[in-house]
């Protein structure tokens, strides 16, 4: 069975950094796309940042371009999501999610086609 189990989330002040990690069994992503999105409280999900599998390429949403970054341990199988300089408005609830046939540039940020989503992890940044 395949799964996604993300960790790392927490209580963190303003300026503070974060570290998300969304690990995988069941399946060795090596051609697909692993992305992250947040919801905050009535809010829509949100696209947060992607990467794509096959060519490394990296996608993020404006809001937070510059400050986080995501990567990928191949060995571990593993995603991960360095969050720097995190605001209050960061606040959400963070999920993993996986693409099995990749994507590429505004295709990254929707979440429709992504098939498979961990079960998230909350991520609380105080003033």
């Known amino acids: 069975q395949v799964q996604l189990v993300e960790s790392g989330g927490g209580l963190v002040q303003a300026a503070g950094s974060l570290r998300l990690s969304c690990a995988a069994s069941g399946r060795t992503f090596s051609r697909d796309a692993m992305g992250w999105f947040r919801q905050a409280p009535g809010k829509e999900r949100e696209f947060v940042a992607a990467?794509?599998?096959?060519?490394?390429?990296?996608y993020y949403a404006d809001s937070v371009k510059g400050r986080f970054t995501i990567s990928r341990d191949n060995a571990k199988n593993t995603v991960y999501l360095q969050m720097n300089s995190l605001k209050p408005e960061d606040t959400a609830v963070y999920y993993c999610?996986?693409?099995?046939?990749?994507?590429?540039?505004?295709?990254?940020?929707?979440?429709?086609?992504?098939?498979?989503w961990g079960q998230g992890t909350q991520v609380t940044v105080s003033s």
């Open positions: 999610a996986v693409d099995w046939y990749g994507c590429s540039g505004d295709g990254c940020r929707d979440p429709a086609p992504y098939d498979l």
């Open positions: 990467i794509n599998m096959r060519d490394d390429r990296t």
